[in-house]
Structures are given as C-alpha cells and as structure tokens.
C-alpha cells in the first residue's frame, strides 16, 4: 500500500461520506492508476470521483465511486461515467484502467475535432 494513501484520505474534508477501506480496495483494483488515462495516482493528483455524478443523482456507494486523476476529473465535471466514455471514445465496457498511458493530448484532440452543437434558433422559421 502506497505510504500517502492514508494522508489522503485524512485530508479529504469534504469527502467523509467515503469509507477510507472504500478508497483503499479501489486503489487496489485500478492498480494505482487514473481509470480513464491509466496515470499512475499520487497524493497530489488523485481525485475520488463519482461515476453517476452526485448532481444527476449519483450516491456515495462503493460502486459508484472511482479513482481518477485531476486532469480526468476536470475533464468529466458532472458528465456521468458513459457519456465521457463515449465522448471520449473510451472503452465502455472496462472495469480496469488502460494499460497503456492515454496521453492527455488525446482528450484535448478530440475536444477539438468534435464540432460544437449548434443551438437552434427558436425564432427560426417565424
Ligand atoms: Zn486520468
């Protein structure tokens, strides 16, 4: 077990909601890595995130809740779990990180390359 894993869930305020045997089971699985990007987790970077997100009704549960790296997290915001999956053209079905490092390039690409939603007029036609 990493030796900062217990300072983090200490310094987690907001979070006492998550059982530190949650955290740490989690860690365990995703084998220290970010479930989206496989970057390896530290004590600065590691976000508990929530796959439903708590705004669309997401709960504290262990199955809802996942691992990921600040960059991923900030990413996702309150997108739930599937849509950033297919989004992001992410495995949908991958219960484990990639083992093979997704640079964050990637994210920024599609980001980019996905055209923007044309909102429609609602005086369009009148
Ligand atoms: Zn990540």
């Given at each position: 077990m990493e030796y900062w894993l217990d300072k983090w869930i200490a310094g987690q305020t907001e979070r006492k909601a998550l059982k530190p045997e949650v955290i740490k089971a989690k860690f365990e699985n995703q084998d220290g890595?970010?479930?989206?990007?496989g970057r390896k987790l530290n004590r600065a970077n590691m976000h508990a995130d929530h796959k439903k997100s708590l705004k669309n009704?997401?709960?504290?549960?262990p199955a809802n809740i996942q691992l990921l790296c600040g960059y991923c997290n900030r990413l996702k915001g309150s997108m739930n779990d599937k849509p950033f999956r297919r989004y992001y053209e992410?495995?949908?079905?991958?219960?484990?990180?990639?083992l093979r490092l997704i640079p964050f390039s990637y994210f920024d690409k599609i980001k980019a390359s996905k055209p923007k939603v044309k909102r429609k007029d609602p005086y369009n036609g009148f």
């Open positions: 890595r970010c479930m989206y990007c009704g997401g709960s504290n549960t992410l495995d949908l079905a991958s219960k484990v990180p990639p």
